[in-house]
């Protein structure tokens, strides 16, 4: 069974960086692809950041292009997300999410979710 646990949501100032984290549990993280997702009150689940397998293919929406960094270490079955520049409209729970595939995770689909943390960017 694998397993996802985020953590490092909080309430932000416009402008201002939060760090997501996700670790996972398993013995073959570094099998997957990882993926973090959002989702905005009254909105569907839209792709934020992939990292393939080994790290060296990184994927990103265009809104968060330059600002957001996906990063991962396969010693630590940690996946990350460094977010700056943050603005209003980022507000939303972040899920990160596990696939074998990562162009699956670009379709927003993916084998392993994990619950969610809450990102409020405030004015």
């Known amino acids: 069974q694998v397993q996802l646990v985020e953590s490092g949501g909080g309430l932000v100032q416009a402008g201002g960086s939060l760090r997501l984290s996700c670790v996972v549990s398993?013995?073959?993280?570094?099998?997957?692809?990882m993926g973090w997702f959002r989702q905005a009150p009254g909105k569907g689940r839209e792709f934020v950041a992939g990292i393939s397998q080994s790290g060296g293919t990184t994927y990103y929406t265009d809104s968060v292009k330059g600002r957001f960094t996906i990063s991962r270490d396969n010693a630590k079955n940690t996946v990350l997300l460094q977010m700056n520049s943050l603005k209003l409209e980022d507000t939303a729970v972040y899920y990160c999410?596990?696939?074998?595939?990562?162009?699956?995770?670009?379709?927003?689909?993916?084998?392993?979710w994990g619950q969610g943390t809450q990102v409020t960017v405030s004015s």
């Open positions: 398993g013995r073959t993280f570094s099998s997957y692809g």
């Open positions: 999410a596990a696939d074998y595939e990562p162009s699956r995770l670009l379709k927003s689909q993916a084998d392993y």
